[in-house]
């Protein structure tokens, strides 16, 4: 009998870690949802949300006690990509190359989100949210973040969410430097930054920020849920 090939081994290790993540998408909600109902995160995604981008917060925000629903266009599965220009490309990228990822499942599709249920907004990064600010439904949800000056955070491309929800209106923000007139375009200021913090909004610029991003944002999430 020969040898499993490498091949093979990532087909099982892709499908297995798609059940695993359909599987804690719903556990991580249950484990929390009995003594924490005000310390609901909502996530929007879409397919081509960034890989670490998306993963990070969906560990560590349940890590620090909050429960965070992912929604989508549908509620399913949905391809994460890894978003970079490659290092060692013998022919230079301009821009960033993807390469599939993980699924991730969304549990709960935007036209079934009651926004005020949740703490807080959480807008990924990746080529999701070029497609996902034309829902409508996404934007209503968004706009109920910034109405009601709840906790808005983004990374990377989500800034293209809050841009279309005007969320960061008068508000100074940053993101990757590539998605700057996005958030002009929104009535942000960009300041090239790790972590731009103003007023409900806190904001980074990639997924490499995500140390200095999260510890504002956790303190952000305590000093308006407790």
């Not at 989508?72 to 960033?96: F, K, M, N, Q």
Request: aromatic share 10%; with cysteine; hydrophobic share 35%.
């Amino acid at each position: 009998m020969s040898s499993p090939t490498r091949r093979d081994f990532m087909k099982s290790s892709t499908l297995t870690t798609a059940a695993a993540l359909a599987l804690s998408s719903a556990s991580v909600a249950s484990a929390n949802s009995e003594t924490k109902k005000n310390k609901k995160i909502l996530m929007p995604i879409g397919d081509a949300t960034e890989t670490i981008d998306t993963l990070y917060p969906y560990f560590r925000l349940p890590e620090a006690g909050y429960d965070l629903v992912v929604c989508g266009p549908a509620a399913r599965l949905y391809h994460s990509v890894l978003h970079e220009i490659p290092p060692d490309s013998s022919i230079p990228w301009d821009i960033t190359q993807e390469r599939p990822s993980y699924f991730v499942e969304a549990t709960v599709a935007f036209k079934d989100v009651d926004p005020s249920e949740f703490c807080s907004v959480f807008a990924s990064g990746g080529r999701a949210p070029e497609y996902l600010r034309y829902n409508e439904d996404l934007i209503r949800i968004m706009r109920h973040f910034a109405e009601t000056q709840k906790p808005i955070a983004s990374v990377c491309h989500g800034i293209e969410l809050l841009t279309a929800g005007d969320c960061i209106r008068g508000k100074k923000v940053t993101t990757v430097p590539k998605c700057q007139r996005d958030a002009e375009q929104g009535g942000g200021t960009f300041l090239n930054q790790p972590v731009v913090r103003d007023g409900n909004v806190i904001s980074c610029r990639t997924w490499h920020d995500y140390i200095p991003f999260f510890q504002q944002y956790i303190t952000m999430l305590e000093e308006t849920t407790e």
